[in-house]
């Protein structure tokens, strides 16, 4: 027995969150399908089954959907505001409506013309809510086009033929209005995808011989060699063979200032070659890319239900049977005490248009939508709606040290000379020796050497000395390079130098002691130096009203005393394993409820999966900390971190504004029925009044920058 297929489609006319619910159910009837789930935010469905587009197709047919396969890129066709039908007849809907106002105004209100003129405007505006309501209908399905369909039948029936045809233009706007807003909010998805060109320049071989071609990138394999122009942007990810540039990566990380690439780097499709050529061999297939997970990610994330969202969904389920409830008693408990039935039932067909639960089934998924596609253009990776909730609700902060509040590579801080030794003299000793050596305080020394422009030394007869240092013969001189407590061994150390070094060690920092024919010559202050962003990071995290932030680290407690120090953190836990990392997480979760641990993504994992929000540092060039974390910094950049809590309390606020909105505006229409005032005309208006400034809030989080 074969397992059904599961394929992705894109979909094109996805118009709202009630047909988005409706088009899955349809999708979920045909017999073939076993699985469907739409995702609204991304607009595609997934599916289980073996199935053909034109079956899902007309699964759409009700709104006009139309279906594409995925992951083949399509390219979408923007149909111009004015020549969308819906448009169009709404449009000619207008026309009557004015028609008919006029006729009526000459001829009176009862005229025929003019009766006649209203119910074209009707048919014209409404056919599509119609068609739609009717089938709704027979199998009691009720929908927002179903609510519309019963109250202007019923205004029509009762004579109230102008606010019939006023209240179906009024709909055919704000379903445009609506349309184009969600367009836009989608946007975020479609900027990601167009990121990296659909096809490129490469050379494969044939035989002895390279032969260059033009492809898609669907078609280019792992090891073709990928030409890059100047100007032109990379459509793969590789790594480089020849040629030298530098490469934009703010597509992918965020980042604003390019990176030098040479030989042996790797470089991310998307990013853009600004200044020379590049030969670049392709490590992944398209559907692989760093740009692709990231796509992929940020498309299942808006597809994840936040709980606010979730609430709402379960809210409008009951919402809409109760609205039709309360029309029914509006239009039928009133009259069997007044006698009025034809002012009762007019007010009973306003409830109906007034309940429509459209603002409130879009006031959670437009901000979430939104603010993930914000949060991937600025660099920073939300896996899932649940998660930008949470990030909102974070009362402390847990930092690891090396690689997130420092920047994870050793660097020369102090050089101290002996014997009349220049600095220069004694940086090009120490890194003969250690030229050999693979160790971080080597590449250190090594790196010093190279930025201040000096010339390597060679060594000769080089030896390592387990756990104490190494030696080798350099310019004739034997050199022996390693710790204070073994150099004191192969010749005298003064006082003063003991107690400077004691002063470093004091300060986080590894010393490094040097001997030249018995003499001491210098000693090496190293460490592991603080991110310039830190503080700043910690001072807005602080004005966002975190209350507390912590050091979790491995490293021994001076040195992260020293950080924590200049930092101004005063809970620093220090030479913690990851399991006693897990430990901490735990205790701060009992203190402080909703926890956020920023770290690497691998050796934080256990820490990362336990706190409420796990953030991973420099997710570009990492697959782990794409995997393992609930966000992912992808430029390796803290101040990003500070932009994300921000954005992520802002959601918070709009979708609670947008609740609000949604429940008020309908409310207040509502309380109109008591006295009688409530019209058809401000039913549709609250309405379509209620949903506009639920989507177009939402729409405020586009704005949202890493200032």
């Not at 923007?78 to 106002?101: M, W």
């Not at 032109?232 to 604003?256: C, F, H, P, R, Y």
């Not at 940086?427 to 422009?453: C, D, F, M, R, W």
């Not at 004691?502 to 202050?525: E, H, R």
């Amino acid at each position: 027995m074969t397992t059904p297929s599961k394929q992705e489609y894109r979909l094109q006319n996805l118009s709202c969150a009630s047909c988005a619910a409706k088009f899955e159910k349809n999708v979920k009837a045909i017999p073939e399908v076993k699985e469907a789930q739409v995702n609204f935010g991304a607009s595609k469905i997934t599916i289980v089954g073996d199935i053909s587009v034109s079956q899902i197709e007309e699964a759409g047919a009700f709104d006009g959907i139309k279906v594409s396969q995925s992951p083949k890129r399509t390219i979408e066709k923007s149909t111009p505001f004015y020549r969308k039908t819906e448009n169009i007849l709404a449009g000619f809907s207008l026309i009557f409506v004015v028609l008919g106002y006029v006729l009526a105004s000459i001829r009176g209100e009862g005229d025929t013309l003019a009766i006649a003129t209203f119910v074209i405007a009707i048919v014209v505006g409404g056919i599509e809510i119609f068609k739609t309501g009717f089938k709704n209908l027979l199998h009691f399905e009720f929908d927002m086009k179903t609510l519309m369909t019963i109250a202007i039948i019923g205004a029509a029936i009762i004579g109230e033929w102008e606010e019939a045809a006023v209240v179906v233009f009024l709909f055919a706007v704000s379903e445009a209005l609506e349309a184009y807003s969600m367009d836009k909010a989608r946007q975020s998805i479609r900027q990601l995808m167009d990121i990296a060109p659909p096809t490129a320049l490469i050379k494969r071989a044939h035989g002895e011989h390279f032969h260059e071609m033009e492809l898609p990138t669907e078609q280019i394999e792992i090891g073709d060699i990928l030409i890059v122009k100047p100007g032109q942007k990379i459509a793969m990810d590789g790594i480089v063979l020849s040629g030298l540039s530098a490469v934009n990566q703010a597509a992918i990380t965020g980042e604003s200032i390019p990176v030098n690439k040479t030989i042996d780097d790797e470089v991310f499709a998307g990013t853009l070659n600004e200044e020379g050529a590049l030969e670049v061999r392709v490590t992944k297939r398209v559907e692989d890319t760093t740009i692709a997970k990231i796509i992929h990610l940020v498309e299942e994330a808006q597809a994840e239900k936040a709980p606010s969202q979730q609430f709402v969904d379960r809210f409008a389920k009951y919402y809409t049977p109760a609205i039709m409830l309360v029309a029914l008693l509006v239009a039928v408990i009133p009259p069997l005490f007044m006698g009025d039935w034809q002012h009762w039932i007019y007010q009973g067909l306003a409830v109906l248009v007034v309940g429509c639960p459209c603002a409130l089934v879009v006031s959670t998924p437009v901000a979430i939508v939104t603010a993930i596609g914000n949060a991937a253009r600025q660099g920073v990776l939300i896996k899932g709606g649940i998660h930008l909730e949470q990030l909102g609700h974070i009362e402390a902060v847990a930092f690891d040290k090396t690689g997130t509040l420092t920047k994870g590579k050793p660097e020369v801080t102090d050089i101290i000379t002996h014997n009349n030794m220049t600095e220069e003299t004694v940086l090009q000793l120490v890194a003969a020796v250690e030229k050999q050596s693979q160790h971080p305080l080597a590449k250190a020394i090594l790196t010093t050497v190279h930025e201040k422009g000096l010339t390597e030394l060679e060594p000769t007869n080089f030896q390592s000395v387990t756990g104490k240092g190494a030696y080798a013969t350099v310019d004739g001189q034997k050199v022996s390079v390693g710790s204070l407590k073994w150099i004191a061994t192969l010749t005298t150390v003064d006082e003063m130098t003991k107690e400077r070094t004691k002063q470093l060690q004091a300060q986080g920092k590894t010393v490094v002691a040097a001997v030249s024919d018995d003499q001491l010559i210098g000693i090496i202050g190293i460490a592991d130096q603080l991110r310039e962003e830190s503080k700043n990071v910690l001072q807005k995290l602080s004005a966002l009203k975190v209350k507390h932030t912590v050091m979790l680290t491995g490293d021994a407690k001076p040195t992260a005393q020293a950080i924590a120090t200049s930092l101004g953190m005063s809970d620093v836990r220090a030479g913690l394993l990851p399991a006693e990392k897990l430990t901490a997480i735990k205790e701060l979760r009992t203190k402080y409820g909703a926890v956020a641990m920023v770290g690497d993504g691998v050796n934080d994992a256990p820490a990362l999966a336990s706190a409420n929000v796990g953030i991973a540092m420099g997710g570009a060039g990492t697959d782990a900390a794409l995997e393992t974390a609930d966000i992912a910094l992808m430029g390796d950049d803290l101040t990003k971190l500070p932009y994300t809590i921000g954005l992520s309390r802002k959601t918070l606020r709009i979708i609670k504004e947008n609740i609000i909105f949604a429940l008020a505006l309908k409310l207040i229409a509502l309380l109109l029925v008591i006295p009688g005032w409530l019209t058809l005309w401000i039913a549709i208006f609250a309405d379509m009044g209620a949903t506009l400034l639920v989507v177009f809030n939402s729409l405020r989080l586009i704005r949202n920058r890493n200032d």
